[in-house]
C-alpha cells in the first residue's frame, strides 16, 4: 500500500476517546426516545440537488458522480436530508424525528478543524408556534444537563431580523445589500459610510450600535426598542423574550446571550436559531433553529419545522469524565471458559485475557495497569 495516511481532516477514533462518544451519544439518543421521538436514518450519500438550499460560505461538500454521471454528495448537513424524506414519502404530520450520523464538511485548510464529524439531533414536522422551538431548546438543554456540562450558554439569534430591519430604512436598494454584507463581514468603516444618510433619522441610534449587538440580552434588546415601532419586528421581539425567560424558568443555571448582527447559522433559517456554547470556546455544543420555507424546496405545500443538532464530538471534547477505570484480566485455561464467563459477568470492568500463559498474562497485566484474576491457581 503506497498511502497509509488519512485524507484532510479525517481521524481515527479509539480507546477511551471513542468510548466517551459512544457512551454520550447513547444518552442523547435514549434521551430523544424517552421524550416520544421516532428514528429516522437516511444515507450518507445523496445527490447534491438535496443540498441546494445549503450556502457554500463557511464549507463544501465531497462531490462524485454516479455510474449515470448524476453529481452526488457526502452528506454536508443532516437537516436536508429529512426535507427530502419528508417530500417523497408521504409520512403524516406533524412528526417528531431524531437521528444521528456524521456529517461531511470540507473546511478552509488549516482550520484545524474535522471535516467528517458526528451529529445526533432532533427534528419537529407540522407545528407553527412557539412550543415546538422550546421543545428543541428544552432538549438540548436536558442534554447538556445529562453530561453534566456546566457554565453553558444558549445564545438566542433571528433569521428574519437583519432583513426586517434593512426592509423600513429610506435608503437604495443595492446600497440596503452593501450594508447587510459590511455589517456581516463586520467591515465597519464600510458599514458607517453606507448608513451615514440616515444620520438625524429615528434609526440613528441603533444603526450606530448594530455592529456590536451582541451579547448581555437585556442590553441588546434596549438597543433594538430604540426602532421605530413596527408589528413584525415586535412579534420577534416578543418571541425572543419569552424564549429568554422560558430558558430562565426551566435552566436557571445557564445563561441566555443575543446576537443579532450576525448572517444566520444556516442558510435555510426563517425564524429564531440558538447555539449552546461552553466556557470560552468558540465550538457549539448544539446549533438549531427554524426553518419553515425548507419543505417547499422539495414540494410545493409550505410545512412549518424547527430543529436542534449535537456536535457529539464538541460534546466529547469537554465531557469531564472520569476514564482509564482499572480493569480485571480474566486468566483462565480454554477448559475454564465456564467459569471465566462466571467471574466476567460478577466483576464490573473486567476483561477475558486471551494470552497462552501465565507469564504472558503477567506481562499483560503489567503494561496495561490491570489487576490479574488466574483461575488456574485453583485447579
Ligand atoms: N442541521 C443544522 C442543525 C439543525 C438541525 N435542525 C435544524 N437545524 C446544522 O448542522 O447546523
Do not use: H
Not at 456554547?277 to 448544539?286: M, P, R
Not at 412549518?304 to 469537554?318: K, P
Amino acid at each position: 500500500m503506497k498511502n497509509k495516511n488519512l485524507p484532510n481532516g479525517t481521524r481515527d477514533e479509539f480507546g477511551s476517546q471513542a468510548e466517551i462518544k459512544e457512551t454520550i451519544q447513547m444518552k442523547l439518543l435514549t434521551l430523544f426516545k424517552n421524550r416520544g421521538f421516532q428514528k429516522l436514518t437516511t444515507p450518507a450519500l445523496e445527490y447534491s440537488d438535496v443540498f441546494e438550499p445549503l450556502s457554500t460560505d463557511n464549507y463544501r461538500p465531497y462531490q462524485f458522480l454516479d455510474e449515470q454521471g448524476e453529481r452526488l454528495v457526502l452528506r454536508p448537513d443532516l437537516t436536508l436530508p429529512v426535507a427530502r424524506v419528508m417530500s417523497t414519502t408521504g409520512v403524516d404530520l406533524p412528526v417528531k424525528w431524531y437521528y444521528s450520523g456524521d456529517v461531511f464538511r470540507i473546511k478552509k485548510r488549516l482550520s484545524g478543524s474535522y471535516n467528517q464529524t458526528t451529529q445526533a439531533g432532533i427534528e419537529i414536522i407540522g407545528y407553527k408556534g412557539l412550543k415546538a422551538d422550546w421543545e428543541c431548546l428544552q432538549v438540548a438543554l436536558s442534554g447538556c444537563q445529562q453530561l453534566q456540562l456546566k457554565d453553558v450558554t444558549v445564545e438566542l439569534s433571528e433569521a428574519k431580523f437583519v432583513d426586517t430591519v434593512i426592509k423600513q430604512l429610506d435608503l437604495p436598494e443595492p446600497t440596503k445589500a452593501s450594508l447587510k454584507q459590511a455589517l456581516f463581514d463586520k467591515d465597519l468603516s464600510r458599514y458607517q459610510s453606507l448608513w451615514s444618510p440616515l444620520v438625524g433619522t429615528p434609526f440613528e441610534k441603533f444603526l450606530s450600535e448594530w455592529p456590536w449587538l451582541f451579547g448581555n440580552f437585556n442590553q441588546v434588546i434596549r438597543v433594538v426598542e430604540t426602532l421605530p415601532r413596527a408589528t413584525e419586528l415586535e412579534s420577534i421581539i416578543q418571541d425572543l423574550i419569552a424564549t429568554k425567560t422560558f430558558i430562565n424558568r426551566q435552566f436557571p443555571n445557564y445563561q441566555v446571550t443575543l446576537d443579532l448582527s450576525i448572517r444566520s447559522p444556516q442558510s435555510y433559517y426563517t425564524g429564531m436559531a440558538f447555539r449552546g456554547f461552553t466556557g470560552k470556546s468558540a465550538d457549539y455544543l448544539f446549533s438549531g433553529g427554524r426553518y419553515d420555507e425548507l419543505l417547499t424546496n422539495f414540494q410545493k405545500v409550505k410545512v412549518s419545522a424547527v430543529g436542534v443538532a449535537f456536535d457529539v464530538d464538541a460534546l466529547v471534547e469537554r465531557a469531564d469524565w472520569p476514564v482509564n477505570q482499572q480493569t480485571t484480566l480474566i486468566y483462565f485455561d480454554s477448559e475454564q471458559w465456564q467459569l471465566a464467563e462466571k467471574k466476567l459477568k460478577e466483576i464490573p470492568n473486567s476483561t477475558l485475557c486471551l494470552s497462552q500463559s501465565l507469564a504472558a498474562a503477567k506481562q499483560l497485566a503489567d503494561n496495561s495497569n490491570s489487576v490479574l484474576l488466574d483461575l488456574t491457581e485453583s485447579r
